[in-house]
Nanobody, 123 residues
């Protein structure tokens, strides 16, 4: 079992910054992909940013509206990844979930989710 715990959400004014963290714990061999998703009020959950070793180590993806403002990074030694969010906009408001695709000793490519952390950007 793998447990993901997010932190760092909160209330911030437009133009401000927040850094989200996600810590993975439990029994796994490797983390193949780390991601951040956002679910805005009344909308579906969507991928915001991801970090993977495929095709090369450190391959990142950003949803276009956040590219240039958000940065995903990781501390492999701590099994932790981050989402630095700068120049926040009201439309960035939502619940942010971290996601991990992991290999365990028994299974490959299992998906796990955190419970989410709320980010509210005020105008």
């Amino acid at each position: 079992q793998v447990l993901l715990v997010e932190s760092g959400g909160g209330l911030v004014q437009a133009g401000g910054s927040l850094r989200l963290s996600c810590v993975a714990s439990g029994s796994f061999v490797s983390i193949n992909l780390m991601g951040w998703y956002r679910q805005a009020p009344g909308k579906q959950r969507e991928l915001i940013a991801s970090l993977t070793n495929i095709p090369t180590e450190g391959t990142t993806y950003y949803r276009p509206p956040v590219e240039g403002r958000f940065t995903i990074s990781r501390d492999s030694a701590k099994n932790t990844w981050y989402l630095q969010m700068n120049s926040l906009k009201v439309e960035d408001t939502g619940v942010y979930y971290c996601n991990a695709n992991v290999d365990t000793e028994t299974y490959y490519a299992l998906d796990y989710w955190g419970k989410g952390t709320l980010v509210t950007v005020s105008s």
